[in-house]
C-alpha cells in the first residue's frame, strides 16, 4: 500500500524545506520529494554561494585599496580561481547538508527522485525524467526510494531554472549559464554578461572585481530595472569608474562563436550595432519555472505565463494543490519562498489570523559593489499610481560611518504619501545598504508614517543614521547636509 502522509511537498528548496518544517512543527505526516539537492537553487546554485564569491570580491577590493588605510601591503593580491570556487562550494555543501539535519531534526521523510501529481492526493516518485539542468548534489542518507505516495495535502515547490533566448542557448562552453559562471576552472580574460538583473549584476561585479574585462549588454534603459531610476544611475556611475563598460537599450541580436572566444552582435535603440568579442559571455536574462512533467496539466492547474496561479495562501485552483517560491511567480526570491511556506501551510493547518503574503513589502537585494537595496513603491511607479508624494535623500558622503569606513559612495531614498505620511518606497545603494534596508520593510509593515521614524532615535555612528535624515530631507528637515 503507498505511504501516507499529511503533507507532501514537492522540492527541496527554500519554499519546499521550510513548508516541511513548519508543517512538522505543526504536528503533520510530511514528506519532501528532492530530486538533485537538498535546500534548492539557493543554497546550492544560487544566492549563498554567489555570496562568497562576492565575498572574495569585497576583500579584494579593500586589500587593493590598503594604502588608503594607511597599510603597506608587499607584492600583489592574485586571485586563486581554484581556491576561491573551493570556498564557494564548501559554503553550499555546509547549507545543503544543514538541511538534511534539519529534517531529521524535525522527523521529515525524504523521498529522492522526481514526483509527478498523479491526481489531487496522489504521487508517483520516478527516476528523473530528462537531463537534469542543475548538477546533482550528494544524496542524502535514508531517504526513501520510487513508488507511490497519497498525502492530503500537496505543496508544489519546484523553483525555477535558467531562461534562454532561442539561437543564444548557453552550452556551458563558451555561453554560460549561473551554473558555470559559479564554478569556473579558470578566469576568462574578458567576459559579456547579457542582462543586468541581480544575477547578471552581481557576476559581473564579481568577475570585475577578479580582473575581468567585463561588458554588461541591458535592453532596458537602466541597470537592474526594477530598481529606481535614480538608484540605478548612482550604482551604474559606480560600476563604471571600477571599469565595467555598459551598453543600455541594446539587445544581443546574435552570437558567434569561435574555438575560443565568442563575438556578439549588439543592435542598439537608436538603430546603430556593434560586434564585441569576449572569451566567456553569461547569459542572464532571467528564469523559467519549473512547471512541465509534475502533472499539472492532467490535475487541472491553473498556470499563467508559465508560472502556477495562487492565491496570496499558495492555493491553486485545485483543492488539495498548493504552490509556493519561484514556480508560483515573482519576485522570484528566496525570502518571499520561505513566507510563502510558512504563510501555506500554517492555512492548510487551519490556524487563525494568517495573513496572505503581501508582495507590495517583499524587500529586494543585489550584492554587488556598491550593494542595491530596496523596498515598496520606486518614486516612477509611485508616479504612476497617482500618488502625491515628497522623497527625501541623503548622501553618504554626508555620514560620518560612511566617511570613517572609506565607502562615502552612497545613498538613501525614501517616498512618502504627501497626504498621509506614509512610507511608500525605501531605496538605497551604497555599503551594507542589504543590512540596513529591513529597518524599512519593519517600519513599512508597521504601517509606520514619516513622525515615528523622526521620533527614532538611530544609534551613531552608523550608516543607519542616514535612514533617519533621508526621512527628515523628505520634510525639509535635514540636520547633516
Ligand atoms: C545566481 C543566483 C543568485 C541568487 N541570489 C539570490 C539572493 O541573493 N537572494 C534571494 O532572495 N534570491 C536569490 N536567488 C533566487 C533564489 O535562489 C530563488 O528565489 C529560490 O531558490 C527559490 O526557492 P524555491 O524553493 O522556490 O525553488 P528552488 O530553490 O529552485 O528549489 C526547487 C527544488 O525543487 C526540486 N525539483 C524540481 N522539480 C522536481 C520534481 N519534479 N521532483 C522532485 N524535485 C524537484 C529542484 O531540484 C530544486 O531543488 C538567486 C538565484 C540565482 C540563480
Redesign the pocket.
Known sequence: MAQSYDLIV?????????AAIRAAQLGMKVAV???????????????????ALLRTADVMHTAQHAKDYGLTLEGSIKPDVKAIVARSRGIAARMNNGVGFLFKKNKVDIIW????ITKPGEIV?GKISKP?V?PQGPVPKNTLGEGTYTAKHIIV??????RALPGIEPEGKLIWT?FE??KPEELPKSLLVMGSG??GI??ASFYNAMGVDVTVVEIMSQVMPVEDAEISTFAKKQFEKQGIKIHLEAKVAKVEKGSNSITATIEKKDGSSEKITADRMISAIG?QA?IE??GLEAAGVKTDRGFVVIDGYGKTNVEGIYA?????GG????????HE?VVCVEKIAGLPNVHATDKSKIP????CNPQVASVGLTEAKAKEQGRDIRVGRFSFAANGKAVALGEDQGMVKTIFDKKTGELLGAHMVGAEVTELIQGFVVAMNLETTEEDLMHTIFPHPTLSESMKESVLDAYGRVLNA
Open positions: 514537492i522540492g527541496a528548496g527554500p519554499g519546499g524545506y521550510i520529494v528532492e530530486r538533485e539537492h537538498l535546500a534548492g537553487i539557493c543554497s546550492n546554485w544560487g544566492c549563498i554561494p554567489t555570496k527522485g522526481e514526483a509527478k516518485v537534469v542543475q515547490a519546484t523553483g525555477a531554472r535558467p549561473y559562471a559559479m541581480a544575477i552581481e557576476f528564469v519549473n512533467n509534475i509556493i517560491g519561484d514556480v508560483a519576485p522570484l526570491l528566496a525570502h518571499k519562498a520561505e511556506a529586494g537585494c543585489t550584492y
